[in-house]
């Protein structure tokens, strides 16, 4: 998979004119403009995303609904705040993208099973051991073997896609639906905050291994592939971690009745 291309730059006096043209006189042309000036940006987020997906997910089959993203981010965003608009965009276009692939319920119904039967069986060792428990261990409460389960968890690597509160927040291997813009209203930010505030505690109960990858996967930004290189393992194997970790979150949030 090719490297994302950079994000494109708003400071061109053109586009700067595109600005006041669309936002003052809400002048169409102005629009489309600035649609395709910023075209590329979609073309970034698509790569990113689809870079922590598994293999044989293509990128352009992202974009699409990346677009719609963009399109709204154009139309909502205020240049006289001062904010840059590739930060005000990046978030609605990824939310698109998200809301796209849940849209088509891609995730087969056998993965969901194997993410339920895993994260039972975590559930119970948790609460038999206080600790989180082993691969082997996980292997001999379902049945199966160790080669099983890393095939199990690369497979179920396709349903873990967006942010990490989205994730654990869901339970059966299903993904909450968030709100995608954060004036939803002061209830929802608290909700959102107790969340945020009590998943991060349950990260630094993770095993090491777990924690580290998904500290450089949702702080850092890396993709799996970078991941792979930095702790000298395969991207398969890193997938097969990412999942493990999240099944291991999704449980003890539940335990905490979050």
Not at 86 to 115: C, M, N, Q, Y
Not at 227 to 239: A, N, P
Request: net charge negative; aromatic share 6%; glycine share 8%.
């Amino acid at each position: 998979m090719t490297e994302p291309e950079e994000k494109p730059s708003r400071t061109t006096p053109a586009i700067e004119r595109a600005w006041v043209r669309w936002v003052e006189q809400r002048n169409e042309e102005a629009r489309d403009q600035l649609i395709v000036h910023y075209s590329p940006l979609v073309k970034f987020v698509a790569g990113r995303v689809a870079a922590g997906l598994p293999a044989g997910v293509d990128a352009g089959e992202l974009t699409g609904t990346g677009v719609f993203g963009l399109m709204d981010a154009v139309d909502r965003f205020d240049p006289s705040l001062g904010f840059k608009f590739e930060t005000f965009a990046v978030p609605r276009i990824k939310g698109a993208i998200l809301d796209g692939l849940r849209a088509l319920d891609w995730v087969p119904r056998s993965v969901r099973t194997h993410s339920r039967q895993i994260e039972t069986a975590v559930a119970k060792l948790n609460n038999e051991f206080k600790r989180a428990p082993t691969d082997e261990e996980i292997c001999t409460e379902i049945g199966i073997s160790l080669e099983e389960l890393h095939k199990w968890l690369s497979t179920i690597s396709v349903a873990n896609v967006g942010p990490l509160d989205h994730l654990v927040g869901a339970g059966d291997g299903e993904q909450r639906q968030l709100p995608a813009s954060p004036d939803q209203g002061p209830d929802i930010a608290i909700e959102e905050k107790e969340l945020r505030q009590t998943m991060r505690a349950e990260i630094r109960n993770l095993p090491e291994r777990e924690r580290t990858v998904v500290a450089l996967y949702y702080d850092e930004g890396m993709t799996l592939s970078e991941i792979g290189s930095v702790l000298g393992v395969t991207e398969s194997r890193v997938s097969q971690i990412h999942s493990k970790a999240i099944i291991m979150l999704r449980s003890q949030l539940s335990a905490t009745g979050v």
